[in-house]
């Protein structure tokens, strides 16, 4: 029965054979340095397989019907394959789960950020399979045959159980054999007590309205680590250095989340999100944060002026989220600029290096009334042109510099507390490398001493710190823990305090470690608290939604 059907079949099974060794070359020709693009195709023919022994299985009386489909079905899952395997870096550097990078981030990768170079790509390969198809008819090659079958079968077999059984394994790189040799420990989180109404946050009820006598510079680098920020300073005779010298600077200070947004929007509500940062939709997973008491919204009670800035042509969300006075960005954009270095990432984001909004910032504090904040996200961290700058820190202690120039000419340094932090750590390190979660952080002012601090803070405590320096007061207790998030798309969470530290991946009611540790018990206990406080944002947003 099964070699009658192939044989009326012979078309669709002649197409899904070629299907596959399209796929196979088309990603060695795109990305041929990459391992697991051979290990993942094996998921991509396992699909075009199901596809086609489906279609053998209907009852002829169908066929027509049926062979409409799977010209159909066919089509939009080699879109979907060929879409994926351009975006292959993103994948493997932002260590993305596969699977979730074809289907729930589709629209974001295709609508928002597919360069017109990819459509290109995607336009001619499908050119290239429907030409191929067109002339299957006068392909006479014979394929059926007793070695084909048994071929045919064991590849069956093997597919079936890795996609099926193990998926794991060739979709995901952090479990798949082939790619890493990390070991991971299953810890199962069922039966864990439960703790009702859990969340981490800080405050604004222990300040009594005293913020001090301050105005404030935020500069937050783009994915500069703490080692990294370290090595560049004592390596540096320039203007890093000469500022700690009056410099209040911390040793142990980390975020909790790999990436910008979740980062920034943490140090503004010192409260931290359970979530990774760019899942959609954002509503269901972040909607709270816009009701929740900010920084902005503090200062904004006090007569601050407050200026947020970042070199894009579109304020992301955490700026459009929060009650910023007034939002400093790229208002006409040209890759032409003859003044600033600009480009276009993508089809969804222009950005130019941080100077260009830096002329605006500078009137935006002259015009100010009484004590302003600037809140400046730095963009050439997340990509510039080679010939800029080597290293984006260069560029960022020139910048520094010269906004300590212009507030001293204006008169207002000597009343301005400056800020260099990092949003997040080097995150295409390996996200389980604890040095990625680590930071700099160091407050400016010309009267301060210089001071060191090696106690464990993080973003939560960013707000404390800054009121508490403002103030000449103690500083925060300490923080016992952290739990950390990994890049979007990754899974990965994890949990560190002094004596402890440890990260995996979370899946449902499984934590997979990607060491073992003797113990587990607390690993449980940890990674029950932190679903908890997935639980709860998730409500706190849907309650939000309704207001």
């Known amino acids: 029965m099964l070699v009658e059907n192939l044989k009326d079949h012979n078309t669709e099974l002649k197409l899904t054979i070629f299907a596959s060794i399209f796929l196979i070359l088309f990603k060695l020709i795109y990305y041929k340095r990459y391992d697991f693009i051979f290990v993942n195709w094996f998921a991509e023919t396992f699909v075009l397989l199901s596809i086609f022994l489906v279609l053998i299985w209907i009852p002829k009386f169908f066929n027509k019907k049926f062979k409409i489909s799977f010209y159909v079905i066919h089509f939009v899952t080699i879109i979907m394959f060929v879409v994926t395997s351009i975006f292959i870096y993103q994948s493997y550097v932002a260590?993305?789960?596969?699977?979730?990078?074809?289907?729930?981030?589709?629209?974001?990768?295709?609508?928002?950020l597919m360069p017109i170079s990819a459509y290109v790509k995607i336009v001619v390969s499908l050119?290239?399979?429907a030409l191929t198809m067109f002339l299957f008819k006068k392909f006479k090659f014979k394929i059926l045959n007793k070695h084909f079958l048994c071929l045919f079968a064991l590849f069956l077999i093997l597919t079936g159980f890795f996609v099926v059984v193990k998926p794991d394994y060739i979709t995901n790189v952090y479990f798949s054999p082939f790619l890493y040799s990390d070991a991971y420990t299953k810890v199962s989180l069922k039966s864990g007590v439960e703790i009702n109404n859990a969340e981490i946050s800080q405050g604004f009820e222990n300040y009594d309205g005293k913020i001090g006598d301050y105005n404030y510079f935020i500069m937050i680098m783009e994915g500069v680590g703490f080692e990294e920020f370290t090595n560049y300073t004592s390596n540096s005779?320039?203007?890093?250095?000469?500022?700690?010298?009056?410099?209040?600077?911390?040793?142990?200070?980390?975020?909790?989340?790999?990436?910008?947004?979740?980062?920034?929007?943490?140090?503004?509500?010192?409260?931290?999100?359970?979530?990774?940062?760019?899942?959609?939709?954002?509503?269901?997973?972040?909607?709270?944060?816009?009701?929740?008491?900010?920084?902005?919204?503090?200062?904004?009670?006090?007569?601050y002026s407050t200026i947020g800035a970042l070199a894009l042509t579109f304020p992301t969300y955490t700026f459009r989220a929060l009650p910023f006075d007034s939002i400093v960005k790229i208002e006409n954009f040209s890759v032409n600029d003859p003044d600033f270095s600009c480009q276009k990432s993508n089809r969804n984001e222009d950005w130019c290096e941080d100077r260009y909004v830096l002329g605006g910032v500078k009137e935006e504090i002259l015009k100010a009334e009484g004590k302003w904040f600037?809140?400046?996200?730095?963009?050439?961290?997340?990509?510039?042109?080679?010939?800029?700058?080597?290293?984006?820190?260069?560029?960022?202690?020139?910048?520094?510099?010269?906004?300590?120039?212009?507030?001293?000419?204006?008169?207002?340094?000597?009343?301005?507390?400056?800020?260099?932090v990092s949003d997040h750590g080097h995150k295409w390190r390996r996200q389980h490398d604890k040095n990625c979660f680590e930071i700099p952080l160091m407050f400016y002012n010309p009267s301060f001493n210089k001071k060191v601090n090696d106690d464990l803070y993080s973003h939560l405590s960013f707000k404390d710190l800054l009121f508490a320096i403002s103030l000449n007061q103690s500083l925060p207790i300490p923080e016992e823990e952290l739990f950390l998030v990994g890049h979007t798309l990754s899974n990965?969470?994890?949990?560190?305090?002094?004596?402890?530290?440890?990260?995996?991946?979370?899946?449902?009611?499984?934590?997979?470690?990607?060491?073992?540790?003797?113990?587990?018990?607390?690993?449980k206990d940890k990674m029950v608290f932190f679903r908890q406080l997935q639980e709860n944002a998730l409500v706190k947003s849907k309650e939000s939604k309704k207001v």
């Open 127 to 129: 050119a290239v399979i």
């Open 492 to 523: 990965e969470v994890g949990y560190y305090n002094e004596n402890f530290f440890f990260n995996g991946i979370l899946k449902g009611n499984n934590y997979y470690l990607f060491k073992n540790y003797s113990n587990n018990s607390l690993v």
């Open 374 to 420: 600037v809140f400046q996200e730095m963009i050439l961290g997340h990509n510039f042109k080679d010939n800029v700058y080597v290293s984006p820190l260069p560029y960022y202690e020139d910048y520094i510099e010269d906004v300590v120039s212009f507030l001293n000419e204006s008169n207002e340094l000597d009343s301005t507390i400056i800020v260099v």
């Open 237 to 303: 005779t320039r203007y890093f250095n000469a500022m700690k010298e009056n410099s209040f600077e911390f040793t142990n200070y980390h975020t909790p989340n790999l990436d910008s947004k979740n980062s920034l929007v943490l140090m503004l509500l010192s409260e931290f999100i359970p979530f990774e940062s760019y899942i959609f939709p954002y509503s269901n997973y972040h909607e709270f944060i816009k009701f929740d008491p900010s920084l902005v919204e503090y200062l904004n009670l006090k007569n």
């Open 95 to 112: 260590k993305y789960n596969l699977v979730k990078l074809s289907l729930p981030v589709f629209y974001h990768f295709v609508l928002k």
